[in-house]
């Protein structure tokens, strides 16, 4: 059984660019959730996908957007981006209906 | 929606003495209470859980408390170790908002042998 992956686990951007962070989810699970983690924080939800949809939003711009892919995995994808958006994004993924998550190890986004 | 605050911030502990971390969450539908565990540069991990049925639950030296009433639930570490030095997140969700977590702001506890 493999857990949860994400590439790449560390990325520096300019403000105003683009970026697509990748999830795998782990063997099993159908549900990915997206979470963003600023220094000193907890992690902050932003979306989940289900079923190749988003299932619920969290607080975020519309300039954070996602995707999930037939074989569960997932994209979140930011534009434009701002220095605040600098933080540690975590993949969570769960089998529908249960809560309990297993976390990927994060893509450290650092934006210049 | 749900609004989950977490006490202290920081926590230093002694050896073998016991750390206790609270938090409060405002919905009432919620009724899942997770704990992670945090090391520095990992991804959280998750070391104990409890639903609203449920009052107390207890893993080795770990145990959860929940007071639905009050809406407060709380971690206990008994006989503390150095491995347990990390920070601690407490979180909320409700049965129909499986997966999406509210997270309490982090406790960063210190065991000093």
């Known amino acids: 059984e493999t857990g949860v992956t994400q590439s790449p686990t560390h990325l520096i951007k300019t403000r105003g660019q683009q970026v697509t962070l990748r999830c795998s989810s782990q063997?099993?699970?159908?549900?990915v959730s997206w979470y963003q983690q600023a220094l000193g924080q907890g992690p902050q939800f932003i979306f989940q996908?289900?079923?190749?949809?988003?299932?619920g939003r969290g607080n975020f711009p519309p300039r954070f957007s996602g995707l999930q892919f037939p074989n569960y995995s997932s994209e979140l994808n930011v534009n434009a981006l701002e220095l605040d958006d600098s933080a540690l994004y975590l993949c969570?993924?769960?089998?529908?209906?249960?809560?309990?998550?297993?976390f990927g190890a994060g893509s450290r986004l650092t934006v210049l | 929606g749900e609004n989950v605050e977490q006490h202290p911030s920081t926590l230093s502990v002694q050896e073998g003495d016991s750390a206790v971390i609270k938090c409060t969450y405002s919905?009432?539908?919620?009724?899942?209470f997770p704990w992670y565990k945090q090391e520095l540069g990992k991804r959280p991990q998750l070391i104990i859980d409890i639903r609203s049925n449920v009052g107390e639950k207890k893993d080795q030296r770990i145990a959860v408390t929940l007071n639905k009433t009050a809406k407060h639930f709380s971690l206990h570490i008994t006989e503390t170790q150095p491995e347990d030095s990390a920070v601690y997140f407490c979180?909320?969700?409700?049965?129909?908002?499986?997966?999406?977590?509210?997270f309490g702001a982090g406790t960063q506890v210190v065991v000093t042998p």
């Open positions: 979180a909320a969700s409700a049965t129909d908002s499986w997966g999406k977590f509210q």
């Open positions: 919905d009432s539908a919620s009724n899942y």
């Open positions: 996908y289900y079923r190749e949809e988003e299932n």
């Open positions: 969570a993924s769960t089998l529908s209906g249960a809560n309990v998550l297993t």
């Open positions: 063997s099993g699970h159908n549900t």
